[in-house]
């Protein structure tokens, strides 16, 4: 994510920003990528903290827009909830805009949300069609937690749910077109064997001893469609990763150039390459406070090779290059 520039002031804004340092309103605009100091600011400001522009008073903005569903809120802590989940949301929009993912010159369908709060029933997270369902309970960090180690995952977090769901959405307009699903097939396996068979098996199986091998995750492991959202998911961490540590000026001798946009980067190993070198040395920060490793993951050669092929759809698809 990008670092941007005060447009009252002095200093800079981030993404998250509601008001500058010196106190001053103000909202994202997401089509110019930058601050703005005056309204329309999103209807949904004052209840969820939304700091983007809207198109006109009292509208939505083009985030909030997309959730159709917004979660039940006589259950507890709904809102806060929502909230980070709404903005964690926009952090994964924004990126996806980069390369022109659902925004206005994105000529395909944008994804419908569904933002659920779980009373005693978990809500299961997923996509159909286009409509991509988020469980909000889970920025709760004990249930988090919780269902983590439930499911041995070294990383869970609501931008990992945006990205794996907004993935299958991803997938699905990508298999609008008559030349991705050939593709998709020689690198990822057959996605029409049956789903549902596949998911059983691997809750009560478990992944292959050698799965770390030919998956990112675990749960990869256990359906084409799965070993696509994690691994789009993962793409769009990685490149995060990366745009986000030139952004506040990190160096590495890896990055090519100053200025350099890892969006904009069309070499997908290139790009590989430069992440997984900048993960090891963040995790090795992470460490000097105590903290998990940022990216707790290994990239074998067939992940790479997976992500390469990732990055080259996602990079041109959305405008149907
Ligand atoms: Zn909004
Ligand atoms: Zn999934």
Same mark, same amino acid.
């Given at each position: 994510?990008?670092?941007?520039?005060?447009?009252?002031?002095?200093?800079?804004?981030?993404?998250?920003?509601?008001?500058?340092?010196?106190?001053?309103?103000?909202?994202?605009?997401?089509?110019?990528?930058? !601050?703005?100091?005056?309204?329309?600011?999103?209807?949904?400001?004052?209840?969820?903290?939304?700091?983007?522009?809207?198109?006109?008073?009292?509208?939505?903005?083009?985030?909030?827009?997309?959730?159709?569903?917004?979660?039940?809120?006589?259950?507890?802590?709904?809102?806060?909830?929502?909230?980070?989940?709404?903005?964690?949301?926009?952090?994964?929009?924004?990126?996806?805009?980069?390369?022109?993912?659902?925004?206005? @010159?994105?000529?395909?369908?944008?994804?419908?949300?569904?933002?659920?709060?779980?009373?005693?029933?978990?809500?299961?997270?997923?996509?159909?069609?286009?409509?991509?369902?988020?469980?909000?309970?889970?920025?709760?960090?004990?249930?988090?937690?919780?269902?983590?180690?439930? $499911?041995? @995952?070294?990383?869970?977090?609501?931008?990992?749910?945006?990205?794996?769901?907004?993935?299958?959405?991803?997938?699905?307009? $990508?298999?609008?077109?008559?030349? !991705? $699903?050939?593709?998709?097939?020689?690198?990822?396996?057959?996605?029409?064997?049956?789903?549902?068979?596949?998911?059983?098996?691997?809750?009560?199986?478990?992944?292959?001893?050698?799965?770390?091998?030919?998956?990112?995750?675990?749960?990869?492991?256990?359906?084409?469609? @799965?070993?696509?959202?994690?691994?789009?998911?993962? =793409?769009?961490?990685?490149?995060?990763?990366?745009?986000?540590?030139?952004?506040?000026?990190?160096?590495?001798?890896?990055?090519?150039?100053?200025?350099?946009?890892?969006?904009?980067?069309?070499?997908?190993?290139?790009?590989?390459?430069?992440?997984?070198?900048?993960?090891?040395?963040?995790?090795?920060?992470?460490?000097?406070?105590? =903290?998990?490793?940022?990216?707790? !993951?290994?990239?074998?050669?067939?992940?790479?090779?997976?992500?390469? !092929?990732?990055?080259?759809?996602?990079?041109?698809?959305?405008?149907? $290059?």
């Amino acid at each position: 994510m990008r670092v941007f520039s005060n447009p009252v002031g002095a200093g800079s804004l981030w993404f998250d920003n509601l008001a500058t340092a010196g106190g001053t309103p103000v909202a994202y605009d997401p089509q110019a990528r930058a !601050f703005v100091p005056m309204p329309p600011f999103c209807a949904n400001r004052e209840i969820i903290g939304c700091n983007w522009i809207a198109p006109e008073e009292g509208a939505f903005c083009r985030s909030c827009a997309m959730t159709a569903l917004a979660p039940d809120t006589s259950i507890a802590n709904a809102i806060p909830n929502w909230a980070q989940t709404e903005a964690a949301k926009r952090w994964v929009l924004d990126n996806l805009g980069r390369w022109h993912w659902f925004r206005p @010159e994105d000529p395909g369908s944008r994804p419908v949300f569904h933002m659920l709060a779980e009373g005693p029933t978990p809500v299961p997270m997923g996509h159909v069609e286009g409509v991509v369902t988020i469980s909000v309970a889970e920025m709760d960090p004990v249930l988090r937690t919780t269902r983590r180690e439930a $499911l041995q @995952e070294p990383y869970r977090t609501m931008i990992g749910h945006m990205r794996h769901e907004i993935s299958h959405m991803l997938w699905w307009r $990508l298999s609008l077109r008559d030349d !991705f $699903l050939d593709a998709f097939r020689a690198e990822f396996g057959d996605e029409r064997i049956d789903y549902r068979a596949s998911l059983e098996y691997y809750f009560q199986n478990g992944a292959p001893a050698d799965w770390k091998q030919y998956y990112l995750t675990r749960y990869a492991s256990a359906h084409p469609h @799965e070993d696509w959202a994690e691994t789009a998911a993962h =793409l769009l961490h990685l490149t995060d990763i990366t745009d986000s540590f030139v952004a506040t000026g990190l160096s590495s001798p890896q990055i090519p150039y100053a200025g350099w946009d890892p969006y904009s980067e069309p070499d997908s190993d290139r790009l590989i390459r430069i992440a997984a070198t900048l993960i090891v040395g963040v995790n090795h920060v992470n460490r000097s406070m105590g =903290l998990s490793d940022l990216y707790p !993951f290994v990239l074998s050669d067939h992940a790479r090779h997976k992500l390469a !092929f990732v990055h080259d759809w996602l990079r041109r698809g959305a405008q149907g $290059l």
